[in-house]
């Protein structure tokens, strides 16, 4: 027998969360074809001592929407050993939407998703209207990860009612029109529908993005057609309701699971609520499932990228200037005295998204290493003697403006992240990748994971993390022919040091279409990644390979 690979000499960790063994797996036609002791050489050879080989990594939420129009690597996300990632979510997709009306759906994903409009406008050649069109588009490009694509609710809206979409609610016929365009999407390989309920996600013309003008009843039509066909996963995101709302919006939910059969993947990086709905779910024999996320969901600020003061009267003149010109200023103490006092006791304005937020400098983290324990700002300042905005300035000053500082949106506690992480109807995911650009670093929690919650802290077993990874979302998104080691399975794998994985430091980069900026961070450790049989990176750096695809639906694959 030959081998297109072999991965020789490694600790499978096979994805089952059960532990190791060694084993060889041969692989040929994009598949494993054994896994066991291979004598045969293979055309190209990965020699895995000293490493664990384990399923390639599933990420469940990202918005790589647009990027996989100019970026053939799929990167960040390739280079922390992602296969294969799910987008769509949030409403937030580029189609079904005619070229001559694009500007709706930008309009939507600008803001609230930090996708630069001009980058899109340079890098996306739009040839389709129907999202069945957009699949194609998607299909025909050269991809190095694999991607499973949802319809968006927000463009579902503007294409059945255009500019209404964002003041009114829909018509009975416009939402029997949206559902006929559903209906078409999942049957040409859409893997499922998503939408957006809550206040963080405006336009860039601050309006509501379109899916938040839309009753539940228009949502129940739309999950019903999931529901008539068998197929797809409904993804949400919604406000907390007020306490006396609550009882209701979570019957709801559970009646919405329930009638329709349809697993719903909702946030639950906070516990507590979120698990509760989740398990009465079960209980009433609904599938939902929650989104964890293994570092908080925050914002990354820089003075290269955007600082929480931004908005305030004193610092905007200053950080509309080119910044060797705010290096000037910044060290003249009559303006530092400003600046000092306005970021202290000045009149924030109110963010969205992942925008910075006013800072809590109990919270806000100096980035100063890829893995915690990271100072926080009060920490430092005190350590330093001067005040938490002068520190920034000094940081800022003495880093040629590079420092990076991270605030989560809620302050972050270990053992409630860890229980919602341990629960069993929950998976690790939430990157946004593909979004949030300029704002967050987030395509490298699976590293991260990695690194810190199970080689650091030992909250988790390797073998539990990297089921977390691997087999958990392949489940919960149907994904069945990977998130396993097994012979006959697709051979997306990672070969990595478990003594060494991990995020390296973030950097700023110009590197999108039309020089946009974007925050780019790699990883250590992984000695190479293999999508449907190729080896994509090694040490990584690109081999050329692309031999990603698009992940169509249960219908288009009969």
Excluded at 206 to 221: N, Q
Excluded at 314 to 326: G, H
């Amino acid at each position: 027998m030959t081998y297109d690979v072999v991965v020789r000499n490694g600790t499978v960790v096979d994805g089952t969360g059960l532990p190791g063994y060694r084993a060889d797996i041969g692989v040929r036609g994009g598949r494993i074809a054994t896994i066991g002791r291979i004598r045969e050489r293979g055309t190209e050879e990965v020699d895995a001592e000293g490493h664990v080989v384990t399923p390639g990594f599933i990420d469940g939420h990202t918005h790589m929407d647009a990027q996989v129009f100019w970026d053939p690597l799929g990167s960040c996300s390739c280079w922390h050993g992602v296969t294969t990632a799910v987008m769509g979510h949030c409403g937030f997709t580029l189609a079904p939407a005619p070229a001559e009306a694009k500007q709706l759906v930008v309009r939507n994903l600008e803001r609230a998703e930090d996708i630069s409009g001009t980058a899109m406008a340079a890098g996306i050649d739009w040839t389709w209207t129907t999202f069945a069109e957009y699949l194609d588009a998607v299909d025909r490009l050269p991809k190095g990860i694999n991607y499973a694509a949802n319809v968006g609710h927000s463009a579902l809206r503007t294409y059945v009612m255009g500019e209404r979409a964002f003041t009114d609610e829909a018509t009975p016929d416009e939402v029997a029109a949206m559902a006929g365009e559903l209906r078409d999407a999942l049957t040409a390989g859409a893997y499922g529908f998503s939408t957006s309920r809550t206040m963080h996600h405006e336009t860039s013309d601050d309006r509501p993005v379109a899916s938040r003008l839309a009753t539940w009843d228009e949502v129940c039509a739309l999950v019903g057609v999931m529901g008539e066909l068998g197929v797809g996963v409904f993804q949400f995101v919604e406000d907390p309701p007020e306490p006396e709302e609550r009882a209701a919006r979570e019957e709801r939910i559970i009646a919405l699971a329930v009638e329709t059969g349809v697993p719903i993947a909702i946030g639950a990086t906070s516990g507590g609520r979120a698990l509760d709905l989740i398990d009465r779910a079960a209980d009433a024999g609904g599938r939902i499932f929650g989104l964890t996320h293994p570092r908080g969901i925050g914002n990354m600020s820089s003075f290269r990228t955007k600082l929480p003061f931004d908005t305030l009267a004193e610092w905007r003149p200053v950080r509309a200037l080119p910044l060797e010109e705010q290096r000037r200023l910044l060290s003249d103490p009559d303006i530092r005295k400003r600046l000092i006092w306005s970021g202290n006791y000045g009149e924030y304005g109110r963010a969205i998204g992942a925008e910075a937020r006013k800072p809590d400098f109990e919270r806000m983290r100096v980035v100063d290493a890829a893995l915690p324990p990271n100072p926080t700002v009060a920490e430092l300042a005190q350590q330093r003697g001067v005040d938490p905005v002068e520190l920034m300035i000094d940081l800022g000053l003495e880093t040629g403006f590079e420092q990076f500082f991270v605030q989560t949106m809620s302050p972050f506690d270990y053992d409630v992240v860890k229980g919602a992480m341990k629960h069993p109807r929950t998976v690790p995911t939430f990157s946004d990748s593909g979004a949030h650009v300029s704002q967050m670093a987030d395509y490298s929690i699976h590293t991260y994971l990695l690194a810190h919650w199970a080689r650091e802290r030992g909250d988790f077993t390797l073998e539990e993390a990297v089921r977390l990874l691997t087999l958990a979302p392949a489940r919960w998104w149907g994904l069945h022919d990977r998130g396993l080691l097994r012979e006959g399975l697709v051979a997306d794998i990672n070969v990595f040091d478990p003594a060494r994985i991990g995020p390296q430091m973030p950097t700023l980069q110009f590197d999108l279409p039309g020089g946009e900026k974007r925050i780019v961070q790699k990883a250590d450790g992984i000695l190479a990644t293999l999508v449907a049989g190729e080896v994509t990176l090694r040490n990584g750096e690109p081999t050329g390979a692309l031999p990603g695809c698009l992940i169509r639906g249960r219908l288009a694959r009969g």
